[in-house]
């Protein structure tokens, strides 16, 4: 039997709640019992159920709305300050924060623990919504902050508990041909220590090749703390750097640098402010692409819409004022595409002072560092930068535009090196273009540097004055970008109309000083789909200072096939260059009522080496951990590999392993909860010890987390099985859903006269406690056996004159409950 079906009293008895509307509170509603239960028992007393006193005095948590902007879940409490009248709503001062009043009017506001929303305004109205459980309020916008859409008070800002973690990714390959064996292990780990505010992160590696380890690399090692009042973090110890527009680099010291994600999200990417005038109340609504934005409504006289959060980075707007007479104006406002912009007076930064480091060398280069980008105007985004070291000083300077021919960004750097006595002095020039033409659905990006012969970057000149502590990879890296005169990058994408498909077009070329030769890159494609076929052809030529030019030609064709509920893709590709010849086949599919296994079978075909291949993979996402596995032969080799990622997390309510974490988490636990899944996390399961991990949550913006309870065992009730979190970044929170051990027992009640009891009639001991509510066809859940082991009281019609007493049957429940069904008594109710 599901046990939901037995809330059904509960539900009766909050019916008044669900009709609260305070701008008829003194009005009483009257409920016609025969309506409800026939008319033999129209004498029945349903006084309880008029508006009159009728929202039961506590506590629940509700979803909260102002004026039709979302605020999120807030516990709110309805009491009760004149027992003549009906339960009204507490604003306490978490309401109060949420609702974002004024602060010249929340200083006027009586100073006590609980005020009615009257006493904020007596045009300030609320209603409930039993549909999806939420609190809808009406205030005057006059007396609110105007704040944008999204925003959340810092003081919500979550920073988390004191936990522990280590995540791990770990992989084994080997490989056996006919001459040698050679097995290669790989281990990286990510270790995390969260204590008041202040975020911990370690990230290093272990490699070996034949039982030959090398020594452990670590690559971060880094203290954090957000600056919650500049927008900023504050880091010390070895990371990147956080530059804007300049080079990051790995340091060893300190920075101070912004999170844009601390904003509210419908300003923490570029969209222009649209000004106008209204000729009165007006209706004020946004297109971009044919498809509506925004919508808002503005008083008479010059408006500006800050808040806009744009559904593409390419499109044009269409504003469009609807006046209360019903005359429409309309104006254009340019968006082409340029991401590099910032809002209008929005600005971001970073500021950052160490010793570089070349891989695991810390050298004796000190470094200093600052970029700034600021927005100057609605459409002119300014933005510069410094980089100082012993050894080198460069400088930059630029912009970003958006207009109607396109979106364009610029800046000039100045390189100036001291390679111990020789002076390189240089400039590198960068200029990007993106332009849409909506109608065409054709989209264009152009990216050009061009640099002098004397430029050399910080990284490339450290690299020259420290040429003998390079290792090869640095080395490698060092030629590739050491020498540059010029580099140009293409993209040209052409959507077709309905059943065309898309024609794409990608593009580099490289030029070196004293090298006469440039280097070409490119790829052509063609996508397109046949009903369930999908095809697509591509036309590739890669070439660096390295390697020669290899031109090749690839085509896959795929398309599903559908076996016991189950979805499988085959998959056919072909591919033809320089070096190779080759056909493959292959079919992949997932598996599990969570889709938690993925595999994949593939065969191909070498013909210019002659040789055939087949290989086989899957992986398995247990709530504990991620495993892979892979096996391959070919004609004189085999193959296999093993993988396993994961972590651990140590906290308050014990250690728990998860099979993917996040550098931001949550920890999930219900008491006795075993077994329940966390809802829209791939796998994850509460252990035996009511412990989960929610592996990845969104920082500074509202996480609604939830349990579903339909895996738990009978004798467990999560009394709410959501909540909501607004984590920092890199914190570790803690979501606590209380849970409640009942004793599965459910009674059939039956009467003298066989009379049915009334759903939602309340079940009492001699001292009047409430024990249970009666439900639907006579049957009652029993949440404590202790309840049984005294008589029950039932009354219920008018003036509540029926009455039947249960008497005491604690001697039929049996010692052992079960958890995975009800145990049933029939009773009589005397």
């Known amino acids: 039997m599901n046990k939901s079906i037995l809330s059904v009293g509960f539900i009766v008895t909050t019916i008044p709640l669900f009709c ?58 309805f009491w009760q300050p004149d027992l003549k009248k009906p339960a009204i709503l507490c604003v306490n001062q978490a309401l109060l924060e949420k609702i974002g009043l004024k602060d010249d009017i929340r200083s006027h506001l009586p100073l006590q623990p609980c005020i009615s929303v009257q006493d904020i305004s007596p045009d300030a109205k609320y209603s409930y919504d039993d549909s999806n459980q939420s609190l809808s309020f009406s205030i005057p916008l006059a007396l609110l902050n105007d704040r944008p859409v999204g925003y959340i008070s810092p003081r919500l800002f979550d920073q988390g508990i004191t936990a522990g973690y280590l995540t791990y990714n770990y992989n084994h390959y080997s490989s056996n041909n006919l001459s040698k064996t050679t097995d290669n292990n790989y281990l990286g780990l990510t270790a995390g220590l969260n204590i008041a505010g202040f975020n911990f992160r370690h990230v290093g590696s272990f490699e070996s090749t034949n039982n030959r380890l090398t020594d452990y690399i670590p690559s971060l090692n880094v203290l954090s703390r957000d600056i919650t009042s500049l927008n900023s973090r504050l880091s010390l110890g070895d990371f990147t750097t956080n530059a804007y527009y300049m080079s990051s680099y790995l340091i060893r010291g300190l920075e101070l640098s912004n999170d844009s994600s601390m904003r509210p999200w419908s300003v923490q990417s570029y969209a222009p402010v649209i000004s106008g005038v209204a000729n009165s109340n007006a209706l004020v609504s946004i297109f971009q692409n044919g498809q509506k934005i925004y919508e808002r409504t503005v ?81 002119f985004t300014l933005h510069g930068g410094t980089t100082l070291s012993h050894h080198y000083q460069g400088y930059l300077l630029g912009g970003g535009i958006n207009s109607l021919l396109g979106g364009m960004t610029f800046d000039v750097e100045q390189g100036n090196a001291n390679l111990d006595g020789t002076q390189k002095n240089g400039q590198k020039y960068k200029l990007s273009y993106r332009y849409s033409f909506m109608p065409l659905n054709l989209s264009l990006n152009v990216n050009m540097q061009q640099l002098t012969q004397g430029y050399l970057s910080f990284a490339n000149a450290v690299s020259l004055v420290n040429r003998d502590q390079l290792t090869q990879d640095e080395v490698d890296n060092f030629y590739l970008t050491y020498r540059l005169k010029s580099q140009t990058n293409l993209t040209l994408r052409q959507q077709f109309k309905a059943g065309w498909g898309a024609l794409y077009l990608t593009g580099t070329r490289s030029e070196y000083w004293n090298d006469q030769h440039g280097y070409n890159q490119y790829t052509l494609g063609y996508s397109n789909h046949y009903k369930q076929l999908n095809y697509s052809l591509n036309v590739a030529q890669t070439q660096t200072v390295s390697s020669q030019a290899n031109r090749s030609v690839y085509v896959s064709i795929s398309f599903p096939l559908s076996w016991k509920d189950k979805k499988l893709y085959l998959n056919n590709t072909f591919q033809h260059s320089n070096t190779t010849d080759m056909f493959a086949a292959g079919l992949s599919g997932t598996a599990g009522d969570q889709n938690q296994m993925t595999y994949a079978l593939n065969a191909s075909r070498d013909e210019t080496q002659r040789q055939s291949t087949v290989n086989a993979s899957m992986n398995y996402l247990l709530p504990e951990t991620n495993l892979g596995l892979t096996v391959a032969k070919a004609d004189s080799q085999r193959q296999y590999g093993v993988s396993l990622q994961g972590g651990i997390v140590a906290h308050p309510y014990g250690v728990t392993l998860t099979n993917s974490l996040s550098d931001t988490f949550t920890i999930i636990h219900a008491q006795d909860a075993v077994g329940a899944q966390v809802v829209n996390a791939w796998g994850v399961k509460l252990d035996r010890f009511g412990n989960a991990i929610y592996p990845v949550v969104d920082p500074y913006h509202i996480n609604t987390l939830s349990i ?63 024990v249970a509510v009666m439900g639907q066809s006579n049957q009652l859940f029993i949440s404590s056996d202790q309840s049984l082991k005294q008589p029950l009281t039932l009354r219920w019609g008018v003036l509540n004159q029926q009455v039947c007493v249960i008497p005491a049957i604690s001697t039929q429940i049996n010692k052992t409950l079960s958890k995975k069904q009800f145990q049933i008594i029939d009773v009589v109710c005397q």
């Open 20 to 77: 609260l509307n305070p701008a008829s509170a003194e009005e009483l509603l009257t409920f016609d019992s025969s309506a409800l239960f026939g008319s033999s028992n129209k004498n029945i007393d349903l006084s309880a159920f008029n508006v009159e006193n009728s929202v039961p005095v506590g506590s629940y948590v509700l979803g909260v709305g102002i004026n039709d902007q979302y605020l999120g879940q807030v516990n709110i409490r």
């Open 299 to 379: 008083p008479i006289g010059p408006f500006d819409i800050k808040d806009l959060t744009t559904l593409a980075t390419n499109g044009d707007l269409t504003v469009q004022v609807t006046e209360q007479s019903g005359e429409k104006r309309s104006f254009i406002v340019p968006l082409q595409g340029v991401t590099n912009l910032v809002r209008a007076s929005q600005f971001n930064y970073n500021f950052a002072l160490g010793r570089y480091k070349l891989e695991q060398k810390v050298l004796d280069e000190s470094l200093a560092q600052a970029t700034l980008e600021y927005g100057v105007s609605n459409n």
């Open 708 to 770: 579903n309870s339909k895996d738990l065992p009978l004798d467990v009730v999560i009394k709410n099985n959501q909540s909501q979190v607004i984590p920092r970044r890199y914190s570790s929170t803690l979501l606590n859903f209380e849970t409640e051990k009942t004793s599965n027992i459910l009674l059939n009640v039956h009467t003298a006269t066989q009379e049915k009891i009334p759903m939602g009639v309340e079940v009492k001991t001699k001292d009047h406690s409430t």
